[in-house]
């Protein structure tokens, strides 16, 4: 795939974003999105591609952090539902309640008691969110223990990246196979009818980048309503007794760019 296709497509799927979420509001639709996968699999860079054209008060991300000792004490899924969307807005799970039956699982930050609690619940409050007229979208984010490699010696190399390296990622490198084993029983006990889980082969990011955003305008139906663009009437005069104070007077910033 070409720089030139990818960036005249993204930017064509990008203006359908708009035009969907023109309609989520209008319509008074609530969707959430779950992003799961290995890490450096690719999902923040679909994130910021679908959030990038949508007005943020009605597009949120959430990535919650390590939970604090009173979250540890609370019902599990209760942290994640203050952030669901009201009427008119979309919610995009950077890493969400599955945490548990993935990082919590293999690291043993959870007893094998709310680990398996957590696989019989989870389908029972999706179905709840289901329900109550959430639309749950779910994508999972494959790729291979190769490209992951490549990718982190990617970012060891790169002082912009390198923050994207937590020692979880390091030590999730040495646990490839017990992270598929994990993955693969959260995939069948929570692939539900209500809420499957879409797979996202995302061994060339472009390329998965425009394949989860083509499926998310398909997964949420929708018009465009786009609202016509206002009729700007022309600029009143300005008041001649209007003095501009001296560039002196205020502090800019150095232009340090070459002409």
Aim: charged fraction near 30%; include cysteine.
């Amino acid at each position: 795939m070409s720089t030139k296709y990818y960036e005249r497509e993204l930017v064509r799927l990008q203006v359908e974003l708009v035009k969907q979420q023109e309609f989520i509001r209008a319509k008074g639709l609530r969707v959430v999105l779950i992003f799961e996968g290995r890490d450096a699999a690719g999902k923040g860079g679909a994130i910021q591609r679908i959030t990038e054209p949508l007005n943020p008060r009605y597009a949120r991300v959430v990535a919650l952090p390590a939970p604090t000792d009173r979250e540890r004490g609370q019902w599990y899924f209760q942290r994640y539902v203050p952030h669901l969307p009201a009427r008119g807005e979309m919610v995009l799970f950077d890493r969400s309640w599955y945490n548990r039956a993935g990082v919590e699982r293999v690291m043993g930050f959870c007893t094998d008691e709310e680990y398996w609690e957590f696989l019989r619940s989870c389908p029972e409050f999706e179905r709840m969110l289901v329900r109550s007229g959430i639309q749950l979208i779910k994508y999972w984010f494959s790729v291979s223990d190769t490209e992951q490699e490549r990718r982190f010696q990617q970012r060891l190399t790169d002082p912009t990246k390198r923050w994207k390296l937590s020692p979880m990622d390091l030590e999730a490198r040495n646990r490839w196979v017990d992270f598929s084993r994990a993955k693969d029983a959260m995939l069948a006990a929570t692939d539900i009818p209500e809420a499957p889980w879409w797979v996202v082969e995302a061994e060339v990011k472009k390329r998965a980048r425009l394949n989860v955003i083509s499926h998310l305008l398909g997964q949420v139906p929708y018009e465009d309503l786009t609202p016509e663009p206002p009729k700007l009437p022309p600029r009143p005069r300005m008041r001649g007794d209007y003095i501009r104070p001296p560039k002196e007077s205020q502090h800019f910033v150095p232009d340090v760019v070459p002409a």
